[in-house]
């Protein structure tokens, strides 16, 4: 099994109390602690505009901003946001600006990429809104432009949504084949689809009852359009809430629940029990059962968010040491 590591980024109130000016060196030394260890093979932002669980006026620093940083920054972890809403940026576009973070970054780029649902910040940046059946073509006409860049280095299309005469995209990708695509969602009949037709990996939701649901529709799909199912790679997101003992885990939902409680206090306890339920909750022992568990039904890289990365690097740490080990 491989790891990821999301690096707060604001979005989530996860720079809450920390200075403009200082929030950089924030996220670049946790970028270079994983960057430096062995434990992650990637790192990871989100693509949002405006903080949730509702918008606030703390920070939310811009994904492909902080990728073309961290590829000069770092030396080795892959670096991928999870994901990119296909509609905020044309997708002839993104695969330039995706290129160039990869040449940067020498190869490490990844292209976690989705239909998008954030309304608020949607409607806010003069995007509209469109149905869901109208993003998901969205993205589906977006994938394919993106594969065109990478791998001809020029794309054609005349889609309902997009279209592109002979966009060239040079330098190439320096990874052979073009930047990897992470399809997230799980849609099942748009995109899981479009995921069997063009995904490197997939992302979907990662308890054990979905995970198994998701990827059968998935080899379904495969199965349909040809697809070696085996060539697909996995991936699901958690929150680790980690803690020696019972109570070290109740202690660190305890925090969440207060540092939320700063800046959008009617959601701190509803954010904390979403917290509790989530399968990467507990001591060591019981996330490293629950991954092993999860690892045989197919999950096969976990991308992991700690709430207080940015001001506590112990449960990080306690995750490094005691679970990484068992399951790499």
Sequence with gaps: MRFGLFIPQG????????????????????????????????????DHFHTVPEPTEEATHEAWSLMAAFAASTSRVKLGQMCTCMAYRNPAYLAKVATTVDVISGGRAQMGIGAGWYEHEWRAYGYGFPRA??????????????????????????????????????????????????????????????????????NFDGTAETFTAKSEILRGHCE????????????????????????????????????????????AAETVESLRQGPLVGTPEQITEELHRLEKLGMTYAITYFSEAAYDRSGIELFESQVVPHLS
């Design 11 to 46: 979005w989530r109130q996860d720079l809450t109390g920390i200075a403009p000016a200082d929030q950089w060196a924030v996220m670049d030394g946790l970028a270079q602690h994983a960057d430096e260890g062995s434990a992650f093979d990637s790192v990871w932002v989100y």
């Design 133 to 202: 059946g109208e993003r998901l073509d969205m993205l589906d006409e977006g994938v394919q432009i993106m594969r065109q860049m990478w791998t001809e280095g020029t794309a054609t299309l005349d889609g309902k949504h997009y279209q592109v005469d002979g966009a060239r995209n040079y330098p190439l990708p320096l990874q052979e084949g073009g930047i990897p695509l992470w399809i997230a969602g799980g849609g099942e009949k748009k995109t899981l689809r479009i995921a069997a037709q063009h995904a490197d990996y997939t």
């Design 224 to 267: 349909r359009v040809g697809r070696d199912f085996a060539e697909i790679t996995r991936s699901a997101n958690y929150n680790v809430i980690i803690g020696e003992t019972a109570k070290d885990v109740e202690d660190r939902l305890a925090w969440v629940g207060e540092h939320y409680a700063k800046t959008v206090p009617s959601k």
